[in-house]
């Protein structure tokens, strides 16, 4: 007797008979849009597509069941030695030479939209693409859900520090050109050397800012820790040497209070993006161990 085998979702059914099998479409516990096989099949199929499950087959369909497809043929499934009740769940240390569910689409074309999808669009403008295909289980959305939540931590970053790239590009310009206004006003009025010289370096260094923060933004987009790393160890000195600097000016310079106004403005921006800059480097680990398909699409959509 053929052992037949039907697939709810991502779950597959134990071996049941033909005739259990058609009680079932009949009792609409396995609708026509389930997918069967059984042995010689070559894919899993719809009910609704196979002659000898609906109600008008003869009984000698049961006997055989015609290819459905032409792919790379598999092997019978197995046979348990007792019949086993059509609830059954294969348990996933049970070996099966059966097309396994990652082959099963989790929504058939003429289901039409799940209710996950009808719920979370509702408000949104009427779909003008295909709504029969759908490829995503309610976990795997909820994977993408949580993984697109830590990429957030993660592209913030990236974008602080393409923030600051912009602010230094700002900077090495100005500075180059007033170096470069100096030297041609020096040839005329003998500017000071060390002014000029002053303006060049400075220049340099947020030239240097500029390409650090370049890579950083790059290397954190692509999950590198040591970016995020390097961005939070140079705001948190950043932010000490503020810190410091403000309570010698009061404690030792002798400064009245007011004076720890400018220390605390100016450290609220390094805070700020050394909180950021930890968030990322802490995300980066949990991002990783996400579905790598999840990350493809992510990095697909520049995410």
Known sequence: MSQWYYAKGRERSAAVTIEQLRELIARNEVSSNDLVWTAGMEKWTPAREVSALMPSAAPAAA???????????????????APTSSAQKLSPSVPASAPIATAIPYYTASAGMPQRAVDKLKGHARPAGDVGDW??????????????????????????????LVIVVIFTVIGFL????????????????????????GACFYGALGVLFYFAAKSTMRSRRWAPLTMFILNALLLAVFVIGTLLAVTLG???ATALIPGIIGSIFPAAFAIVSWKAFTAIPKYLVQPAWCQELLVTANL
């Open 135 to 164: 490829p995503l289980d309610d976990e795997r959305v909820r994977q993408f859900d949580a993984t697109v939540k830590i990429r957030k931590k993660i592209t913030s970053a990236a974008g602080v520090y393409r923030l600051m």
């Open 63 to 81: 006997a055989s069941v015609e290819p459905i497809a032409s792919v790379a043929p598999v092997s019978s499934a197995p046979v348990s030695s």
């Open 178 to 201: 007033a170096a470069a206004f100096g030297l041609s006003v020096g040839k005329r009025s003998r500017a000071s050397g060390s002014d000029m010289l002053a303006l060049l370096i």
């Open 254 to 256: 002798g400064a009245d």
